[in-house]
């Protein structure tokens, strides 16, 4: 991995993590970078146990940069786009997070969100379209206000009444 710039302090410098197997021509490596006073953990939404590790003084534990290369064109080695965007969200990893990044598979019970329609609020196609069947939302507002997409910029709101439309009533 690359090494630290003169820059960095010990506090500061970041921390990598890589993978490689030859075998089958993969490669993975994860850079991660301390948090800063203001950055606190952001434990509200937490759903893994956090080792010692995870809360040690200074560690470095928000994702900053992912680098994945495969020896073929099998996208199948390469890990779901949206599950790399919804760690890159995150304040911190947890430890299981860490080795899962790794591994190219998400941990069991990580929801795949589909690819993201709403980049303000980080919120999938599949989470979007769960919430307009299971809630029974019929306009992108509804939406809205259940998932936040639509809410903030305004863009991606074509792309919610598309999905809106793509539903069959109940």
Do not use: M
């Amino acid at each position: 991995p690359p090494s630290s710039t003169s820059e960095d302090t010990p506090e500061e410098a970041p921390d990598w993590q890589t993978y490689h197997d030859p075998a089958s021509g993969v490669f993975r490596a994860a850079r991660f970078s301390a948090r800063t006073a203001d950055q606190e953990p952001d434990t509200s939404a937490d759903t893994g146990t956090d080792t010692e590790a995870d809360t040690e003084a200074g560690r470095c534990n928000r994702l900053d940069t992912v680098i994945c290369i495969a020896s073929t064109p099998d996208v199948e080695q390469l890990p779901e786009r949206s599950w790399l965007s919804s760690l890159f969200a995150k304040p911190r990893l947890t430890a299981e997070e860490r080795l899962s990044l790794l591994s190219g598979i998400p941990t069991l019970g990580t929801e795949d969100t589909g690819t993201t329609v709403c980049a303000c609020f980080n919120v999938g196609e599949k989470t979007i379209l769960k919430a307009i069947q299971s809630q029974g939302l019929t306009t992108h507002q509804e939406v809205g206000h259940y998932c936040k997409a639509g809410t903030n910029c305004g863009a991606c709101v074509p792309e919610i009444k598309a999905l809106l439309s793509s539903v069959e009533p109940c």
